[in-house]
């Protein structure tokens, strides 16, 4: 009875303001499925950005011919299905621009695939590729963060009253990006305090760290966000969106197979 209870609750504080079926109008990974996939997103690009074969880390990328269909075909897949996805959600637009923000992550994805397969191919031999270049495709992915996130928060403000769970979530969240905010202030204090370092370099040093966290823990945050909301933590597809969601939760992980 208490789950039942639990779960009118989240229905009745999202149907306030947005009709069910618009609601449902998102069908790219959110919940468990939407946080694995992002694990091996950001997997993926760690290991593209340092030249290694996502499947075998151990090895460096050395078929490019492989790596640009793999990264052309993901983009362009992605890119399809997020339109369409922007397309259904156009009288919500804040699932809209999260979609926008999962459009990004795709290119950031398929980009630093491209990105490092034309290096590679460019200079077999490797003598001087320099593969963490293809790491600057991250300035593409952060306006598409920012705009999701604004219209993540506008969902959350709205009825993270009515969901504790959605609360204790976001509490947590913010709360470890403020730790670590406070942490890395002391930290840079502390050492410039005793002559340790530059402090305009302390002060980048810091920002880009808790930049990072945040860019980082915000897509694991919308995905369990989205979970909690749609009364849905594992993120399954509906029977008739299930082709469309596989397809493009398989499209993301083909630069998996770069080699």
């Known amino acids: 009875m208490i789950m039942l209870n639990v779960i009118q609750s989240r229905n009745?504080?999202?149907g306030q303001d947005f009709?069910?079926?618009?609601?449902?109008?998102?069908?790219?990974?959110?919940?468990?499925?939407?946080?694995?996939?992002?694990?091996?997103?950001?997997?993926?690009?760690?290991?593209l950005c340092?030249?290694?074969?996502?499947?075998?880390?151990?090895?460096?990328v050395t078929n490019t011919k492989l790596d640009l269909a793999l990264g052309a075909v993901g983009i362009a897949l992605c890119i399809v299905m997020s339109i369409f996805t922007i397309i259904n959600c156009k009288n919500t637009w804040q699932l809209l621009v999260i979609a926008v923000?999962?459009?990004?992550?795709?290119?950031?994805?398929?980009?630093?695939?491209?990105?490092?397969?034309?290096?590679?191919?460019?200079?077999?031999?490797?003598?001087?590729?320099?593969t963490k270049n293809a790491a600057w495709w991250i300035l593409l992915y952060i306006p598409g963060m920012m705009a999701g996130m604004v219209g993540l928060m506008n969902l959350v403000v709205k009825v993270a009253h009515d969901i504790p769970?959605?609360?204790d979530l976001t509490i947590a969240f913010y709360g470890i990006i403020g730790a670590g905010l406070v942490v890395g202030t002391l930290g840079m204090l502390i050492v410039c305090w005793w002559g340790g370092?530059?402090?305009e370099k302390m002060i980048a040093t810091g920002f880009l760290a808790?930049?990072?966290s945040f860019i980082v823990l915000s897509a694991f945050y919308s995905d369990w966000s989205l979970g909690i909301m749609l009364n849905n933590l594992l993120g399954t597809p509906s029977g008739d969106s299930s082709g469309f969601y596989w397809t493009y939760f398989i499209a993301k992980r083909l630069t998996m197979f770069s080699w």
């Open 12 to 14: 009745d504080a999202l």
């Open 197 to 199: 370092g530059v402090p």
């Open 50 to 60: 340092y030249g290694r074969k996502p499947l075998w880390p151990f090895h460096k």
């Open 165 to 167: 769970e959605l609360l």
């Open 210 to 212: 808790t930049l990072a």
């Open 101 to 130: 923000w999962k459009l990004s992550m795709s290119l950031l994805n398929g980009l630093t695939a491209l990105h490092v397969a034309i290096m590679v191919f460019n200079d077999p031999d490797g003598e001087v590729v320099k």
């Open 19 to 47: 009709p069910s079926n618009e609601l449902h109008c998102y069908n790219l990974p959110y919940g468990a499925l939407g946080f694995i996939s992002h694990v091996l997103t950001y997997y993926t690009i760690a290991c």
